[in-house]
């Protein structure tokens, strides 16, 4: 079947069979690798992405079902400059070590600064409980969403 | 896995869903539940019908006596709306124990209640509030209270052609007082062990109409009528709470799962317990 949406501010339209998930979409059709597939069933969060303002689950999406809809990538919201300080933050706290996990995480953080800007600590490890690390052990990615916040609260004093 | 091959269409109207639902059709809402199942290849449905822009099943209102949730009504959303908090608080408190972020933007309460995991936790609070669930198939609606509707292990009351097309919970009165609580290797997972804790607290300290039900530790939700009854009409105080972990064991038959054994199900139900009723006594008397 035929779905027109919008990726990353640009309007697509392409051909999908039904049973392509969002994050195949991405990666196999609109060559977007930035979204990574992991589990494939809901548990990792390596699928992050946003569709209509929200992060979801990019495997657990049909992308069949997103006529008309909006998708935002790691690519752009890497290039709207949106969260350039968090993504600061991930390397100057070596949040990022493998990286399977990182466009996932970043998603879900940006999340965190943009719907929760007083966070702390335990609000911020609950919004990413979601997100499975393997290597980083958590603290610095926990440190580096934490060091953006209060930066930011910072900035508009 | 990648998912088997399958067909999808939309329905705009539930007119339009009666038609689809046919031969090998299958239900899409939230999808959370759904296909996370098709990568293992555990169903193989021939056609989903995603039900997610009918107008009908949407919308959370208060119309005679009852506060209405439509089957669609997103976890997320459930979790935000000022109608719920006022009138259910403990679908507020539950939502935040419901998986992860990403998750609830997309999860429905219809899809929670239709597929019946006997670890989630608003088949339990529809129970806990004795919600009544409003069924829809093409040429009619009924009526099905909670406690009736969940019949088993992943079986409901749903009849082939049947929707929920929404969910009553009886108003919230002042007195009420309500609790969610649950054991979790990480947070938002399926919960090992929880308990929806319901009832009056009358000015007197006199329990009345106690729902303490659990989750995690059967087939569905289990309502502990004997714990309950013991509660009934007395002061909530520490002898109340000791009679009702008693009384609880018989109202249990945990099976052995990847968790744990039936002892540490009755153990964790017992401690749920107590922290439960505890957390609606005085904070003087919590002290002491
Ligand atoms: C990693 C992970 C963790 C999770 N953790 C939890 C948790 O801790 N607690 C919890 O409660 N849930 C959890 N969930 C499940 C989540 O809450 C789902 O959203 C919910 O169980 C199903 O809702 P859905 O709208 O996504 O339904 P779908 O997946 O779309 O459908 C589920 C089933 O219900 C049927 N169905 C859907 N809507 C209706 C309707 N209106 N009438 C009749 N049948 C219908 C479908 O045909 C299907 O059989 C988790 C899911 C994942 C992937
Ligand atoms: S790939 Fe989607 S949650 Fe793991
Ligand atoms: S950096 Fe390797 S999984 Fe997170």
């Known amino acids: 079947m035929m779905i027109t949406l919008t990726v990353n501010g640009e309007r697509v339209t392409r051909h999908v069979e039904p049973r392509r998930h969002l994050i195949d979409f991405l990666r196999l059709d609109l060559g977007l690798t930035g979204s990574h597939a992991g589990c494939e069933h809901g548990v990792c969060g390596a699928c992050t992405v946003r569709v209509d303002g929200e992060i979801v689950r990019g495997c657990l999406v049909l992308a069949a079902s997103l006529d008309g809809a909006e998708v935002t990538t790691i690519e752009g919201l890497t290039d709207s400059g949106e969260v350039a300080d968090l993504q600061e933050a991930f390397v100057a706290r070596n949040a990022a070590q493998c990286g399977f996990c990182t466009p996932g995480m970043v998603m879900a953080a940006a999340d965190i600064l943009a719907h929760h800007a007083d966070a702390d600590r335990a609000a911020i490890r609950e919004h990413l409980s979601g997100n499975y690390c393997r290597c980083t052990g958590y603290q610095a990615i926990v440190e580096a969403v934490e060091t953006t916040l209060a930066a930011r609260r910072e900035a508009v004093r | ?187 938002g997972d399926y919960a090992m062990t929880g308990l929806a804790a319901v009832l009056d607290l009358g000015a007197d300290g006199r329990i009345a109409s106690p729902r303490l039900t659990f989750f995690g530790v059967g087939e569905g939700p289990v309502l502990a009528a004997r714990a309950n009854a013991a509660l009934e009409g007395r002061a909530l105080d520490a002898t109340a709470i000791a009679a009702a972990q008693a009384a609880l064991d018989a109202d249990l038959d945990p099976p052995a799962d990847l968790h744990g054994p039936p002892a540490m199900k009755r153990h964790l139900c017992r401690v749920l317990l107590g922290r439960a009723l505890q957390s609606f006594t005085p904070a003087t008397e919590q002290a002491a």
């Open chain 2, 1 to 187: 896995m990648k998912w088997p091959a399958l067909g999808y269409l939309r329905a705009s109207s539930l007119d339009e869903l009666w038609r689809a639902l046919g031969e090998g059709a299958q239900i899409l809402a939230g999808g959370q539940t759904l296909l996370a199942t098709l990568a293992f290849r555990l169903s193989e449905p021939g056609t989903l019908v995603d039900i997610t822009r009918i107008p009908e099943l949407r919308g959370i209102s208060v119309a005679g006596g009852v506060l209405r949730v439509g089957a669609l009504t997103r976890h997320a959303e459930l979790g935000r709306d000022a109608l719920v908090a006022r009138h259910a608080p403990l679908l507020t408190q539950a939502v935040p124990h419901i998986a992860h972020p990403a998750i609830r933007n997309r999860g429905t309460i219809g899809g929670s209640l239709a597929y019946a995991d006997p670890a989630a936790e608003l088949p339990a609070c529809a129970v806990a509030l004795d919600a009544t669930l409003v069924l829809a198939r093409a040429g009619g609606e009924r009526r099905v209270k909670a406690t009736e509707f969940f019949t088993g292990l992943l079986t409901t009351a749903l009849e082939p052609g049947e929707i929920i097309a929404a969910v009553e919970f009886p108003l919230a009165g002042p007195s009420q007082r309500t609790v969610i609580l649950e054991v979790a290797r990480r947070s």
